[in-house]
């Protein structure tokens, strides 16, 4: 396969957006506990997927650890690598945020080799089945790893298949989908590498973007749809990346080649140097997730060609377009509600202020047993600067409202500080259903969209405007309708995708 590269926008790198402390103090909790106790309601990204390859031995320890903490905002509860050296596969998975796992190994030496895959993992909250971590492996008759693999996104007919699979005579390790694709891999493999591969993109639907490795050989394919991320990039000649996101390539020094195609797969083989390509279908068209760019993705990372900071300040430009109004400054919601509380500035003229105080070293060790002391928990985490907005018109710009509980806890915040009227914004549309493929959102009956008009959101934030980006304005600023719109429209690019049996969603 040629390497073409391709040129991308670059931009300042933001730090990775590291919600691990917010995750580690809620995830025991039940709903409704949840829900008094958290004071943010953003989806979760799923996890993070890296792969590097290379004709040479590398220090495969260092560059998956620098991979994997450029994709640490994608998951946070455990993290894994599975290293091939001389035929062999060694892997080391453990709970924790990368650099702790990492500084946990004891003979980083024996994680050397040619080829390395990892992952960060997310699952919802309360779920710490440390067999559902990855990466995972599979074993021969010697008790000896032939075939690993690392996944983001989520099958919708897992349970189908690892039922006939089981009526096979399978064994399954863990509840995740993900095992799901390493049986049927390892089940085919008798087809050559490839065509296992084939044979199993063949047989499972939903999103799903795979690194893996034999002992051998290195592999990484995307779904159909392309739902969730997969990039290339290229070290040298002879070192290859693939990675959930482009920021994982500039934490290696790899040069961004392209994106992986929906359908793809990339693999080495013995017959040819280099990587290979090799398209399962020749009529894809891309549904990348539109939430990628609007909060999931760190903004320095660059998807399908397109920038995300460029798209989140894009967003903020358009929603001015949208819904004008008076006022007197613009705040942004730390992370992602920034850029685009900048573009919104931009396009208005009104003075773009970072006045909202993000503590990012806020920790799991409050216990807090009363309402009253738990509503001052949020004031802990976003705290305003009040000189800048007492008496003032504000506009505040946030990513996305999904349960409405923080945007409402802001408000009174802001309310409290002395502003004089709240216009809220928010940069994606409204999200009226669930995602089924690859990212942990609430059901839809905690949508608070899926079950408020606008003009009764308005008044139960306690707000004088609130105004959505319209699907319209998003797909614009997206360039192509060709996205995963699911969480704004209910209309998936899979088929029955209401129909998920739910395994484990930690992938």
Known sequence: MDLE??????????????????????KHLSKEEKDEHYPFDKMEE???????????????????????????????????????????????????????????IEDPQQYMGSTVIGHTR???????????????????????IILSIAHNGNLTNAKQLRKELEDEGVVFRATSDTEVILRLIQKNLDLG???????TMEKIEGAYSVVGLTRNKFFAFRDFNGIRPLVLGAIDENTF??????????????????????GEIIYTSDNEKGLQSYLVKDDCVNKICAFEYIYFARPDSTLEGINVHEVREQSGMKIWEQAPVDADIVIGVPDSGVPAAIGFSKASGIPFRPVLIKNRYIGRSFIIPSQEMREHLVNLKLNPIVSEIKGKRVVIIDDSIVRGTTSKRLVKILKKAGVKEIHFRSVS????????LGIDTPTKDDLISANMNKEELRKYLDVDSLEFLSVDNLINILGSPNHCFGCFTEKYPVKNPDELAFVDQGD
């Open 5 to 26: 590269f391709q040129e991308y926008s670059t931009l300042p790198k933001y730090a990775f957006q590291n919600r691990y402390q917010e995750f580690e103090e809620t």
């Open 46 to 104: 799923e996890c993070g997927v890296f792969g590097l390859h290379s004709t040479e031995n590398q220090d495969t320890f260092s560059l998956s650890q620098f991979g994997l903490f450029a994709l640490q905002h994608r998951g946070q509860e455990a993290c894994g690598i599975a290293v091939g050296n001389n035929g062999k596969i060694l892997s080391v998975k453990d709970e924790g945020l990368v650099l702790d796992v990492f500084k946990s």
């Open 122 to 144: 997310y699952t919802t909250a309360g779920d710490k089945k440390k067999y559902n971590f990855q990466p995972f492996f599979a074993k021969n008759e010697y008790d000896q």
């Open 193 to 199: 590498l490839r065509g296992a591969i084939k044979a």
């Open 241 to 262: 990346v693939v990675a959930s996101e482009s920021c994982a390539l500039d934490g290696v020094g790899a040069q961004y080649v392209r994106d992986v195609l929906p």
């Open 429 to 436: 549309p409204p999200i009226i259903a669930p995602c089924f």
